[in-house]
Every structure is written in C-alpha cells, then in structure tokens.
C-alpha cells in the first residue's frame, strides 16, 4: 500500500513527506518530494491536488466519486501564493466574486450568482459560525461546494458554500515560524508548533500570528493579533479535537471610491485618496472555540460530533458619504457608529456513517442531526445631521466631528434565529462503474428580528422546510467520471428595519452536470454545467405612496465553469479556473431583467510553480506566478453603472536553504503591473465601491522544524 493509501486509511491528521528514491551515480535526475497530508477524517491533498473530501457528503469520498463540483484550494498554493485574506484565496476558484465587505471588514462573497455577508455561506469545519473573517494562520486549506446545500447544511444560499479546514494537531513534532516584511509599510509574523505530549496519546498544537501593517491609501492601519491554542487525544477507535481561537482586530472602515453615474466611470481622484475621516475605524475582537469527537465502533460504523462556538464583538465609526455633486466634487457626509455589537453563534452536528450491504449491493449511509443558534444584538447605533463642503478633489480631513448621539429608534437592533435538522443520506454503489448518491432532510426554524427604544417587532416567524438531493455518478474509468445532481436550498426571510409579517422563505432548485478526471502526473479537473433559479425573492412595491414587502420574485443563474489543480509534470504544479455566469432577475416590480449587483459573467484564473530542484548544494530555488480576473459587474441591481474589467497578475521566488531547520526566503509580488481596478460595490448605490489593492511587494522568511 502507497503513502497516499495508508494516510488516507489510517484517520490520523499527518503531515509527511514521502521518501526520495536512491539515485544511481549516472543519474542527476531530482526527484521532489511530494507532500501528502490528510487531516482527521476531512479530507486528502497531495501538494495542488486535492484527492478525497467530506464537504460535499459529509463522509470521506474521492473527489471523482461525487456527483457535484467541489474545488480546493490546498495549502501548498496559499503558501506559494502568500494568501493574506479569504479573496486571496478563492481568487482561484471560478464564479466566485466579492459582494458588499461592509468597508473591507467582513468576508463577503457571490457564488454562482448567489451571497452577500453575513449570510452564513462561509463555514469553519462545516459549521456556521459569526466570525467576520475566517482566514488566518490555523486555515489549512479551503474547500467550496458548488450549488444548493441546505440538505446537510441548513440555511443556505443556493449558489454553494466555502468550507475553511483548520489545522490539527499532530502525533510528530514539527513546526514553522515565519515573517514578512510589506511595501505598504510595517509587517506580520506567525508561529506554528505541534506535537506528541511524550507518554501520553495527547497531541498538541499552538498558532500564533501578529499584524501591524500601513494601509495603502493615504490614512489607516490594520492591526492584530491572534492566539490559538488545541489539544488532541487519539485513541485506538477515538479521537478527540479542541481548540480556541482568539483575534483582537483594529481595521480601516473604507467604502472606498464613488463612480460617476453621468460618465460610468469613477471620480477622477487619485486612488490612495480617502473620502471619509481617520477615525473610520472597525475595532473588535472574535472567538472561536471547536470541539470534535470521532469514534468508530468498528471498521464499518463511526460516529461523528462537532460543535462550534463563536462570538464576534465591535464597534465602529464613520464619515459616511451621503450624496455627491458631480458638477462641484462637493460631498455631503454623515457620522455614524455602531457601539457594541455583538454576534453569537452555537453550532453542533452529530453524524453517524457507516458502509452495509444491502441486497449485495454496497451503501454508504449517512444518518445525521444539527442544531443551529444565531444572537445579534446592535446596542447604541449613533446617528448625527448631514454636513456638506468636502470636496473630492481638494479634501480637507477633520471637518466632521465623531458623532455621539445615540439614536434610540435605530438602536437595539437584534437578530435570533434557531434551527433544528435531520437529515439521512446514501451513496448507493449499483455497479462498480455506477453510483448514486441521494439525501434529505427536515427542517424546523423559529426567528425574530427588530430595532428601536421601545421594541419594534419587525420579524416573527417560524416554519419548516424538506430539502431533497440526488446525484449520481459514472465511472467510465478510474480516471474519469460523468455526473448530474438535482439539489435545493432555503432562506428564510427577517428585516432589522421594516415591518415584513410571516413572509415565505427563499428557495432554491439547481440542475447540474459535469464531468471529472486526472491526467498527467496528479492533475484533478471539473467541468460543470448548472441552472440554478432562486423564488420568493423579498422585494419591495410602493402602492399609492405605501410600500409593501413582498415575495414574487425570481432570480435565474446558469453557466459553466471549468477548475484544474495538481501536477502537470514533476516540476510544475498548477491551479486555474474559468467560470460563466449568466445571472438575471427574472421577477421584481423594478429590477426584472437586470443583472444582480456584484455578479460578474467572466472570472478567470491562473496559478503554476516550476521547481528547479537543486540549484546550489542542497538549496532548492521554485519560481511561479498567473494572474485572476473577472468581466465587468453591475454596481447596482439597476445596472446604472457597472464596475469595469480587470485582470490582475501575480509573482513570487522561493528559495529554500537545505539545513537542520531548512529557511524559505520567499519573494510574493501582488499586482505586478499596478493595475487600478474595482473588486466590489455595497449594492446599494454608487457611493461606495472597493478598490483592489495596488503592487505590492512582500519579502517573507520562513523556518520549519
């Protein structure tokens, strides 16, 4: 049996590499080494390539065995990429956009059509959880699971999920520690140790990463540090997983640049220009504690238990820019803040699987239940008068005074909402070529929602939802497969602001087909084609000066994507993708026709690493570099202007000094040729659009052990 097989067989999160074969004398031909990792009963990946997953089934398959597009990003590429943040990431996976990231200060993404934050798209483990940003120094690698999935994972949007996978502790001592130094000014570090505790089946492991680092426009600093601790016990049919997680966080609330609605385009102001005041803070601090019991009974049966914890308080302020005078450049600006808020969520899921028999056939069956708890509560919501006279284009800082005055109508805003799901599943082997997977599950939710001092009700709602799937797949070889699946999704309706009554959720049905392989040395492919519609969508009709909230609406999406990774030779590894999307809002009193806001109907990307081997002694050199991009995207979901096109290019150099503890200097450029381009609007007007970082240049140092 191969490395790769024992790995997988054995349930134990590893990390090894494999053994280099003894070369004759005549022979300089470099064989790499070829990391194989997988973590406790999640997942496999060998260097770009991923292997085997849980995301899609909630049981460990082979990628070529699911009937959906899964896609992962490894943690060899967020290494060689230097990946900082979530869009880093997923900036190789395609039909994935940026949505409104509330000034750059949540994770906020579009999949096929479909996201925004806060909609509980983005897990950690496979659980829901409430953190603002769920990238960091514990993220092992991260996974997404294209199209609807609230039969295993609850309130969803139908467009798919982005599974974060964390790092475990390990039964051999290793570790790294790394620094870098940025163009924009200041640095970050991270440590990461793991671990046997000698005489003893514990295992143990301790993250820790620190930020101090300049913001690229003309005002603003990003400062945090996290601390995460876990412990593990492995026993002969037992593994137990803790950890806790802590983030303290101070970040620039930037809204970004204003587009002109006459020409199209945005202001002609330079970019590193800021529109609202150096108090434009977000300060905050999250936690995240995880839990896992894993248990088999015997070779056939386990039993699976997860819960998460999670808890993210804040507080902000802001010049909020309110309208904009084309003709004079004049803003009028509002200072707000939001003070103490505070977000909670409890997550647990148990999950028994097992292989049977049945009828000579063989079954992988799953039988799972979920409980889900969501709290917000937004105390002092501040609010203050309008003030016009900055001026874009000659702007002077300090004219708009913080604000204080609490506003007891808006304030008090809250959110609750529980979820209760059952859920059974199985893969069905009809033949050794064919196999059909089909799941489903019941669902019970109750949900409130409401602001102002007194109470105002604005949300009361509970109801039930049947969530069905089907898949099945075709094996033409052990190389090569075939799939369709049917899938469905749900969303229910809440508003913090207005009165909406017991409106029907959204739901989701997606049609998909697709084909897999491998070719080459290690190269995993995905092609699919998919039809998603989307119904009950919330809009908003005024009727003789009244307006009323109602649920007619329909939005459409359908397209293809194409998404590769693993390696081309022994030398050359590569991630890319390209995605269509065709999304329009097929039904609504004012926006039918149009295409969502943030949607963009190309994206595209390229990543690829040549390794040179040995090029001096025992050092190793790797070079690597591509680019991403997408179409142009709709700012507003009347299509009054769009963000424009772009495309983005990337390098980086790595060089590897052979040692006892053997030290990576590794140079990353980000945005090679300085490209000025737009990533994102709020949604909801043309004030407010991200813009992508410029070059940069990031020299990094890194030491494992």
Same mark, same amino acid.
């Given at each position: ?17 494999? =053994?280099?074969?003894? /070369? ?7 064989? @790499? ?22 995301? *899609? ?52 993404? &579009? ?28 993220? +092992?690698? %991260?996974?997404?699971? #294209? ?10 949007? =139908? ?33 990461? &140790? ?12 301790? &993250? ?12 603003? $600093?990003? /400062? ?77 049966? #386990? ?12 507080? !902000? ?7 904009? !005078? ?24 148990? !999950? ?32 203050? #008068? ?81 969530? @069905? ?22 969303? =229910? ?22 084909? #897999?392989? /491998? ?15 989307? $119904? ?6 005024? &009727? ?10 329909? %939005? ?27 999304? %329009? ?32 002694? +025992? ?38 000094? *052979? ?36 070059? $940069? ?9």
């Amino acid at each position: 049996m191969g490395l790769l097989q024992l790995t997988a067989a054995s349930g134990l999160a590893v990390a090894q590499t494999a =053994p280099q074969a003894e /070369e004759p004398a005549q022979d300089n031909t470099e064989l @790499p080494t070829v990391q194989v990792q997988a973590e406790h009963g999640e997942g496999v990946v060998v260097g770009y390539q991923p292997v085997a997953t849980s995301t *899609a089934t909630l049981t460990q398959m082979p990628i070529l065995d699911i009937p959906a597009a899964v896609n992962v990003v490894t943690q060899e590429v967020i290494v060689d990429q230097n990946a900082r943040t979530l869009d880093q990431v997923l900036a190789n996976i395609s039909n994935i956009t940026q949505a409104n990231t509330l000034g750059g200060t949540q994770d906020a993404f &579009i999949r096929r059509g479909f996201g925004d934050n806060r909609d509980g798209g983005v897990l950690t483990n496979g659980l829901r959880t409430v953190l603002p940003r769920s990238f960091n120094a514990t993220t +092992d690698r %991260v996974e997404v699971l #294209k199209g609807p999935a609230s039969t295993l994972y609850g309130i969803q949007e =139908p467009g798919g999920i982005i599974n974060v996978i964390t790092k475990r502790p390990q039964e051999t001592f290793g570790g790294s520690l790394s620094g870098s130094l940025t163009s924009f000014g200041g640095s970050w570090g991270d440590f990461d &140790i793991t671990g046997p505790i000698a005489g003893t089946n514990f295992a143990y492991r301790l &993250i820790g990463e620190m930020q101090d680092t300049n913001y690229w426009r003309n005002f603003g $600093e990003t /400062e945090q540090t996290l601390i995460s601790p876990a412990l593990a016990w492995y026993g002969d049919s037992t593994a137990v997983n803790v950890s806790y997680t802590h983030r303290d966080y101070s970040v620039p609330f930037d809204r970004g640049t204003i587009f002109d609605l006459g020409t199209g385009k945005a202001v002609p102001v330079d970019r590193r220009t800021r529109f609202d005041e150096k108090y434009n803070v977000t300060d905050g601090d999250s936690d995240l504690f995880l839990a896992s019991v894993e248990h088999a009974f015997n070779d056939a049966w #386990k039993l699976k238990v997860n819960y998460a914890w999670s808890q993210d308080t804040y507080s !902000d302020n802001q010049a909020r820019v309110v309208t904009y !005078d084309a003709k004079t450049g004049i803003l009028t600006r509002r200072a707000d803040a939001t003070q103490g808020s505070t977000q909670t969520g409890n997550n647990v899921r148990a !999950d028994l699987s097992g292989r049977a028999d049945i009828a000579g056939f063989k079954n992988e069956l799953l039988f799972g239940v979920a409980y889900n708890d969501y709290d917000l509560l937004r105390t002092d919501m501040l609010r203050c #008068k309008n003030q016009k006279g900055f001026n874009i284009y000659a702007p002077v800082y300090g004219t708009l005074p913080l604000c204080t005055t609490v506003s007891a109508a808006d304030s008090d805003q809250t959110i609750q909402q529980t979820l209760y799901n059952g859920y059974a599943q199985d893969a069905f082997y009809l033949t050794e070529q064919w196999i059909l997977v089909a799941g489903a599950s019941y669902q019970y939710y109750t949900q409130m929602a409401g602001k102002g001092r007194p109470f105002n009700l604005n949300t009361d709602q509970e109801g039930s939802a049947f969530m @069905p799937r089907a898949g099945i797949v075709y094996k033409a070889t052990d190389k090569l497969s075939l799939y369709a699946n049917y899938s469905t999704s749900f969303m =229910p309706q809440s508003s913090i602001a207005d009165y909406i009554g017991a409106l029907d959720p959204e739901t989701g049905v997606s049609y998909e087909a697709g084909v #897999k392989f /491998e070719l080459l040395k290690g190269l995993t492919g995905t092609a699919a084609l998919f039809n998603i519609e989307k $119904e009950n969508v919330l809009y908003t009709e005024v &009727i003789n000066g009244e307006s009323y909230a109602k649920t007619a609406g329909k %939005v459409r999406s359908r397209g293809l994507e194409f998404d590769i990774a693993g390696a081309v030779t022994d030398k050359i590894n590569v991630i890319a993708s390209y995605g269509y999307t065709d999304a %329009v809002i097929v039904e609504d009193a004012q926006y039918a026709g149009k295409t969502p806001a943030n949607v963009a109907r190309h994206t595209y990307s390229l990543f690829t690493t040549y390794d040179f081997g040995k090029v001096w002694g +025992d050092n190793t050199l790797k070079v690597g570099g591509g680019f991403h991009g997408r179409s142009a995207a709709p700012g507003v979901p009347a299509n009054t202007y769009w963000l424009p096109a772009y495309v983005v290019f990337d390098a980086m150099v790595a060089y590897t000094i *052979a040692a006892e503890r053997p030290l990576t200097v590794q140079l990353n450029v980000k945005n090679l040729f300085d490209t000025t381009y737009y990533s994102s609007s709020t949604g909801t007007n043309n004030l407010g659009n991200t813009i992508g970082d410029p070059l $940069e240049a990031t020299l990094s140092a890194r030491m494992t052990f």
